[in-house]
């Protein structure tokens, strides 16, 4: 059986006018299921008993299971249980503006980065649409507040997952459904530079973030394996071709590790590469697990880094730091579960 949360309204509309029904009725399933969150179709009224019923026996509400819930100031960890016993964490952030959630797009990943805790477990699998739906749907319901955005910047890489991350934009985008407007959700990714070129042409404007780390392919080959298949050279072509197709700013990610990527030759570096491009810099700092051997940026040479690029004309600026205590802060997601 399919799950109803992994469903987008178009899928549901074929679905009904596949047995003869009126594809309007998609848009009444998504209002129960998103605006009033009911978990049964029988909680559905302005549905026929008959279709009810046929609904029941195509779908499953089958959801994920809240294993642990860590708490710092502004922050709150949730590591998950999936239907086949595997674990994924997701994080919530309060912020002036309004509440963030970072989600998860796989069990593990592949992308190796020397620096993240995360890679450790490599891919185990692909989170299914209805897999990172539940994220959110789980937190709401824990916290009793709607998410006003959405970052997909937890466990794995998205875009090694891009059917699934596609089908989960359209849902929690939908008016219909979690509706969160696109310039409120984000996706971070390493460069895989195929699936840019198809984001470039999604037809929801989401804010896309490269997580670069590093101005020269010697440095970022030894940071990001992903580097030698899709190094820095090719890669920022890419961009300014997305920037021009879409007329949206991309986030340039960086995280400051101790005398590795944060000299002032690299600030030098990074501001010719990225010169003259409409992106913005986030530094970020290190956020150091007892398993890797990086340590974090001193504030000096943070604002050192920071200077640098200000003075070239590059907008920047330094990620508030959420979550450390938990482990819960970026690059430490799955850090104490592995």
């Avoid at 299921?33 to 559905?44: E, P, T």
Wanted: proline share 2%; net charge positive; with cysteine.
């Amino acid at each position: 059986m399919k799950n109803i949360y992994g469903q987008t309204k178009e899928d549901l509309e074929n679905y009904f006018e596949s047995i003869g029904e009126k594809k309007f009725k998609a848009t009444q399933v998504y209002e129960w299921l998103y605006q009033k969150r009911v978990s049964s179709f029988a909680m559905m009224s302005n549905i026929k008993k008959e279709l009810q019923k046929k609904l029941a026996n195509e779908f499953t509400f089958s959801s994920i299971t809240l294993e642990k819930k860590e708490v710092d100031d502004l922050t709150e960890k949730y590591l998950f249980r999936l239907k086949d016993n595997e674990k994924i964490e997701a994080v919530l952030m309060r912020h002036d503006y309004g509440i963030s959630a970072c989600v998860s797009s796989q069990v593990g990943c592949n992308m190796g980065c020397a620096f993240c805790e995360s890679g450790r477990l490599k891919k185990i699998r692909n989170l299914e649409p209805e897999e990172i739906v539940l994220q959110i749907l789980g937190i709401e319901q824990i916290i009793k507040q709607r998410i006003k955005r959405v970052v997909i910047m937890g466990i794995g890489e998205p875009l090694d997952n891009y059917d699934n991350i596609i089908k989960f934009i359209k849902i929690i985008n939908d008016a219909k459904g979690i509706s969160l407007g696109a310039r409120h959700i984000t996706l971070s990714t390493c460069g895989i530079i195929p699936k840019i070129q198809e984001l470039m042409h999604f037809n929801i404007q989401i804010n896309l973030a490269i997580s670069l780390h590093a101005p020269t392919n010697q440095l970022r080959n030894r940071l990001m394996p992903v580097n030698k298949m899709y190094n820095i050279d090719m890669l920022i072509p890419v961009l300014k071709e997305y920037i021009k197709v879409t007329n949206r700013r991309v986030t340039i990610e960086y995280v400051m590790l101790n005398m590795v990527n944060d000299t002032e030759d690299c600030a030098l570096k990074l501001a010719k590469l990225l010169k003259g491009m409409n992106i913005y810099v986030n530094l970020i700092p290190y956020n150091e697990t007892k398993h890797l051997e990086f340590t974090k940026s001193s504030k000096e040479r943070i604002t050192k880094f920071y200077d640098i690029l200000k003075k070239n004309h590059i907008n920047v600026t330094i990620r508030k730091e959420f979550g450390k205590k938990i482990s819960a802060a970026c690059g430490q997601l799955r850090s104490k579960e592995v």
